[in-house]
């Protein structure tokens, strides 16, 4: 047998090389999500004065970063595999299952300056709700993730996903703490000049309620059936139709205008559009006719 060639030893050389980057992106992934649970426990090398929630919601963000390119890197460079298939889910069970429902234990926690007006809500969830709805967030996310690789196979184009995303449903959870403290900056620069004080003592005992609500619905989405558009491929490797302009060019007004406060409003817009209309689809169709799609 002939020995392989100097070019056959290098191309496979450079095959290794580019294999461990889709690897290594998906491993900052968890890295992100580890991040964020020990800054939200304050367990890292040094406290963040109050703003550990907003720091552990970046990293939440970041860790979204890396997902997206991780499968990206793997496709370019032709290293798709079961192995990296297994290590993704196991890294977003991270970061995009434990690390929210973390999140969203310690911003409900009345300690938290966030939410320092929990104490003249005119209803509080009990902690153990609240700790229920966390372990079901991250249930969810776990069980969205093992369907997701069961289902999903090599000739699926990507374009939709059945079920709400993890990492949309953790960027919903993750925008909350940036949203409320943009609110709360906001509501205190223009308090003094608009009389908004009062505004303010409406909203914080509301968002007391609305968190935990809004956390277990992108908990039980992630579960349902209903039809999400994977937005990333369809923006990169899809036709943008007017409707797609349209909607971009809306997010980055939303953003110039009310700056962080986009987040929430983006992220649960995507997530509860999509009930909310297959809950209009069914209003409106005539008796008779097929239900049309499954919630659950």
């Not at 000049?193 to 935990?212: E, F, H, K």
Request: hydrophobic share 50%; aromatic share 10%; charged share 15%.
């Amino acid at each position: 047998m002939s020995e392989p060639s100097s070019a056959v030893i290098k191309k496979t050389r450079r095959q290794k090389v580019f294999a461990v980057l889709p690897t290594l992106l998906t491993l900052c992934n968890a890295a992100c999500g580890f991040g964020a649970i020990t800054i939200t426990a304050k367990v890292g090398p040094e406290h963040f004065g109050g703003s550990e929630l907003i720091t552990a919601s970046q990293l939440i963000f970041l860790a979204m970063l890396f997902d997206m390119l991780d499968g990206s890197a793997a496709r370019l460079t032709n290293q798709t595999s079961d192995f990296g298939a297994q290590l993704d889910s196991l890294c977003d069970a991270i970061s995009f299952g434990v690390a929210p429902a973390f999140i969203f234990l310690q911003l409900s926690h009345p300690a938290h300056h966030l939410m320092d007006t929990i104490a003249t809500a005119p209803f509080q969830f009990h902690p153990r709700i609240l700790w229920a709805i966390a372990v079901l967030f991250m249930t969810c996310a776990i069980l969205r993730l093992a369907r997701f690789n069961v289902e999903t196979d090599e000739e699926d184009s990507h374009e939709f996903f059945s079920g709400l995303p993890s990492p949309a449903a953790a960027g919903v959870v993750a925008s909350l703490p940036i949203g409320m403290k943009e609110l709360k900056d906001q509501l205190s620069e223009t308090g003094t000049l608009s009389g908004l004080t009062s505004l303010a003592s409406l909203i914080w005992p509301a968002l007391v309620i609305l968190v935990p609500l809004i956390t277990l619905l992108a908990a039980v989405l992630m579960v349902s059936r209903l039809r999400y558009a994977h937005v990333f491929n369809q923006m990169v490797r899809g036709r943008r139709g007017r409707k797609q302009i349209l909607q971009i060019v809306f997010s980055l007004m939303l953003i110039f205008i009310v700056r962080e406060l986009a987040l929430p409003v983006l992220f649960c817009y995507f997530a509860f559009s999509a009930p909310v209309r297959s809950l209009w689809q069914l209003y409106r169709k005539p008796a008779g006719v097929g239900s049309g799609e499954d919630l659950l």
